[in-house]
C-alpha cells in the first residue's frame, strides 16, 4: 500500500508564492492518477489539480488555471504543486492523493489513498 506525505505548505502574503511536495513511499506511484485537493474550514473537499501516470493528461479547476501547475517525476516517487500568485481564497489544507485506475479525474470519490494534508496560509 502506497503512503503519500505533503509537505511545502506555509504563511505567504497575497501575490507569493508555495511549491507542495507529495512524497510516495511503499510502492512505486508512476502509473497512477496523483490528484492535489484542498478543504477551507466549514467547505467540500475540492478538486485543485490532477496528472495522468505518464504526465501527457493534466486538469485543473479554473480557479486555479494559470496559477498553479502541477508536475510529476516518477524518478523521485513524488508530485508537486507550484502555486503562484496566491490569493486569500488560496487558504485552505492541501491533500495530495492517488488515484489507482486510469484516466484523470476531479471528483474526490474517485481517489483511493490520501496524504495527511499541509495548511497553506494566504495573507491580503
Known amino acids: 500500500q502506497v503512503q503519500l506525505v505533503e509537505s511545502g505548505g506555509g504563511s505567504v502574503q497575497a501575490g507569493g508564492s508555495l511549491r507542495l511536495s507529495c512524497a510516495a513511499s511503499?510502492?512505486?506511484?508512476?502509473?497512477?492518477?496523483m490528484g492535489w485537493f484542498r478543504q477551507a474550514p466549514g467547505k467540500e473537499r475540492e478538486f485543485v489539480a490532477a496528472i495522468s501516470g505518464s504526465g501527457n493528461s493534466i486538469a485543473y479547476d479554473d480557479s486555479v488555471k494559470g496559477r498553479f501547475t502541477i508536475s510529476r517525476d516518477n524518478a523521485k516517487n513524488a508530485v508537486d504543486l507550484q502555486m503562484n500568485s496566491l490569493k486569500p481564497e488560496d487558504t485552505a489544507v492541501y491533500y495530495c492523493a492517488a488515484r489507482l485506475r486510469p484516466f484523470v479525474r476531479v471528483t474526490k470519490d474517485e481517489y483511493d489513498i490520501w496524504g495527511q494534508g499541509t495548511q497553506v496560509t494566504v495573507s491580503s
Open positions: 511503499g510502492r512505486t506511484i508512476g502509473r497512477d492518477v
